[in-house]
């Protein structure tokens, strides 16, 4: 006897159904890419590709060499804000009665002319953030250009690009290419830290500026030039995207190194057996997950009062 199946089960009630689908056709996905990168290596006019473009674009005479320990504390820094800002964000967009709300005064350090607005918790959590993350995004911004790193994530030379797609296909292939990202990254690697530096971390600010009460609701003509709803929709796959590129950033670093990753990025040092990097790595993680877990009311409250008022 056939027993009738319920749709409405508490499993398909799960705000984590999406994953029992995602997760094997994402597996099965890759594993089709992998397939096809390999039988593509084999033709002869592919192997031609990848010995004229082996995947890394040479930089231009004179430029800096090494990772500076400002770069380790500025990416440290980054990981720490943006593990705060994806958890908030998404408390924001998925919880619909917040624990506690804040509200604005005007004697704080930021004032608009919009009239204070109750907002939640989260909200509040996720703009201050927000605001922190920008201004080390700025810091980051002005050393890169003051010192000529900005040569290492920024393109110049249009053989990036097809430098970019031959370490993609060499990636995909399991064939990696072998690097030294103490003197200078591949070009897809180049491309992807370009892209997120200076395209898809001011896209999130600008469409988060956009869905923040510190936006002017009395301008019409800027309103309806630049709405909401755009904001809403792109905000989102940005957040995604932000997601997508730590997990791919994080599982390569491990994968393709991971002393000698580490040193680079935690410790400012080329050695591939020191194991410096490792434990600064670690305890950052740890201060992560002891931030991850600490922003909640109890702990938010006394910190949101200092700037506004908090209400249940």
């Known amino acids: 006897m056939l027993w009738p199946v319920k749709k409405d089960t508490q499993m398909t009630k ?21 397939l ?36 380790n504390w500025q990416h440290f820094l980054n990981a720490f804000f943006l593990v705060l800002i994806i958890k908030s964000g ?9 624990p506690a709300y804040w509200t604005r005064n005007n004697k704080g350090f930021i004032r608009t002319k919009n009239p ?34 900005w040569v290492r994530l920024v393109p110049t030379s ?42 898809a971390a001011p896209l999130a600010a600008l469409t988060g500026v956009r869905m923040s009460p510190l936006w002017p609701k009395s301008t019409e003509k800027l309103n309806r030039a630049y709405p909401i709803e755009l904001a809403r929709a792109v905000h989102l ?14 599982a390569l670093v491990l994968t393709t190194g991971a002393l000698r990753n580490l040193n ?24 992560m997950a002891i931030a991850w877990v600490g922003s909640r009311p109890l702990i938010l409250r006394p910190i949101a009062n200092l700037t506004g008022k908090v209400s249940r």
């Open 158 to 199: 249009w053989e990036a690009f097809p430098n970019a797609l031959s370490a993609a296909l060499q990636y995909l292939s399991l064939d990696w290419p072998t690097e030294n990202g103490w003197v200078n990254y591949n070009s897809l690697q180049m491309l992807a830290y370009f892209t997120i530096v200076f395209l």
């Open 14 to 34: 799960s705000k984590w159904f999406p994953l029992v689908w995602i997760i094997p056709a994402a597996v099965l996905t890759l594993a089709a890419l992998v």
């Open 237 to 250: 796959p940005v957040m995604f995207f932000f997601v997508g590129f730590v997990i791919v950033h994080v």
């Open 116 to 149: 204070p607005t109750k907002i939640s918790l989260d909200l509040w959590l996720h703009l201050t953030v927000d605001i922190l993350w920008l201004l080390n995004g700025l810091v980051f911004s002005v050393l890169l250009a003051v010192s000529g790193h």
């Open 36 to 71: 096809v990168a390999r039988l593509v290596r084999d033709f002869p006019a592919v192997q031609d590709f990848l010995r004229t473009y082996p995947g890394e674009t040479p930089l231009p005479a004179g430029s800096p060499v090494g990772i500076p320990a400002w770069l």
């Open 90 to 98: 998404w408390r924001v967009r998925t919880v619909t009665r917040p």
């Open 264 to 287: 680079h990025m935690y410790a400012a040092e080329s050695s591939a057996s020191s194991w410096l990097g490792f434990w600064l790595f670690a305890a950052s993680v740890v201060i």
